[in-house]
């Protein structure tokens, strides 16, 4: 998807924090986000400061991100073994 604005939470990082929410599915929403976040920041892909946005943020972008975008990577990875 093309955002239409710049936002805390861009595209790409919803679609990390989606699959980082099957990683961690005993987390809330924003302990989800924190250990994303350190670990992005671990591997020098996040710089700067960040502020965890709250569930109600973290619920309305993965809302504007559409399901489409996940069945379409899915689709494009996922092979049978």
Sequence with gaps: RVEQR???LPARV??????????WADEGYEEV???LVGGL???ARWR?????P???ALTQARA???G???KMLFERIASPT
């Design 6 to 8: 710049h936002r805390l």
């Design 14 to 23: 919803v679609v990390y924090f989606t699959l980082a929410m099957c990683l």
């Design 33 to 35: 986000a924190r250990l």
């Design 41 to 43: 920041q671990h591997m």
């Design 48 to 52: 700067g400061d960040w502020q965890v």
């Design 54 to 56: 709250s569930s109600g």
């Design 64 to 66: 504007r991100l559409g």
């Design 68 to 70: 489409g975008v996940m």
